[in-house]
């Protein structure tokens, strides 16, 4: 899941095996989160989204759980392959502070994939 | 398509210098945004703007400027940069608005010595 600080969290999964990224979001008047992938170098890359009204989401190998209640989100990969490793950022569209009307975004957490 | 382009993507300053970095984008999106990425952080927002002439302040604006003369372009200004504005640097575009779907460029990674 999401932490404060320097050292991201990691997840390693082993490649073949399902994995599961935790978020908690801030804002309950949030209504629309995101997911993003970053590899090493590179800019965030879009995975997946889903809106308020929406519970699950599934895209290709991925599956995106919204639980409002409790202000969680997941991010779920099947059969993880080494492709996969990589920083994943959750964000929410926060109406609050700066960053009204924008992307606020997790710390991030780190995917390793072991062959 | 080339999407958002960001140039340079590494660049070593001095303390008190200024410069600009570069973001122009051929998606004809609207809506525009500067993020900051420091080590173990997520991305914090530093200015954005959504459309030609507007622009506003994020998170983070402290040290930055910003304008938006056409709707491709999106330059980010360090005035006198500052050891603390060492980051990795990351433009983004939307055709939905901030809140939305983001598309990133490849980020621009400054160093102030």
């Known amino acids: 899941g999401e932490s404060v600080g320097l050292h991201l969290p990691t997840l390693s999964v082993q490649e073949g095996d399902n994995s599961i990224i935790n978020c908690a979001y801030s804002?309950?008047?949030?209504?629309?989160f995101i997911w993003y992938k970053q590899e090493s170098g590179k800019g965030p890359q879009f995975i997946i989204d889903?809106?308020?009204?929406?519970d699950k989401r599934q895209g290709q190998r991925v599956t995106v759980l919204l639980n409002k209640t409790v202000k969680h989100l997941s991010l779920q990969i099947a059969a993880t392959q080494p492709g996969d490793s990589a920083v994943y950022f959750c964000?929410?569209?926060?109406?609050?502070?700066?960053?009204?009307?924008?992307?606020?975004f997790g710390k991030g957490t780190k995917l390793s994939v072991k062959p | 398509n080339a999407g958002v382009t960001q140039t340079p993507k590494f660049q070593v300053l001095k303390t008190g210098q200024s410069m600009t970095l570069q973001c122009a984008q051929d998606?004809?999106?609207?809506?525009m945004s500067w993020y900051r990425q420091d080590p173990g952080m997520g991305l914090r927002l530093i200015h954005y703007?959504?459309?030609?002439?507007?622009?506003d302040q994020g998170e983070v604006p402290n040290g930055y400027n910003v304008s938006r003369s056409t709707t491709e372009d999106f330059p980010l200004r360090l005035l006198s940069a500052a050891p603390s504005q060492t980051s990795v640097y990351f433009c983004?575009?939307?055709?939905?608005?901030?809140?939305?779907?983001?598309?990133f460029g490849s980020g621009t990674q400054l160093s102030v010595l």
């Open positions: 983004a575009s939307s055709s939905t608005g901030g809140g939305e779907k983001l598309f």
């Open positions: 804002n309950s008047a949030s209504d629309y």
């Open positions: 889903i809106r308020s009204n929406m």
């Open positions: 964000a929410e569209n926060g109406n609050y502070g700066g960053s009204q009307g924008n992307l606020i």
């Open positions: 998606m004809n999106h609207e809506y």
């Open positions: 703007s959504v459309g030609a002439g507007i622009t």
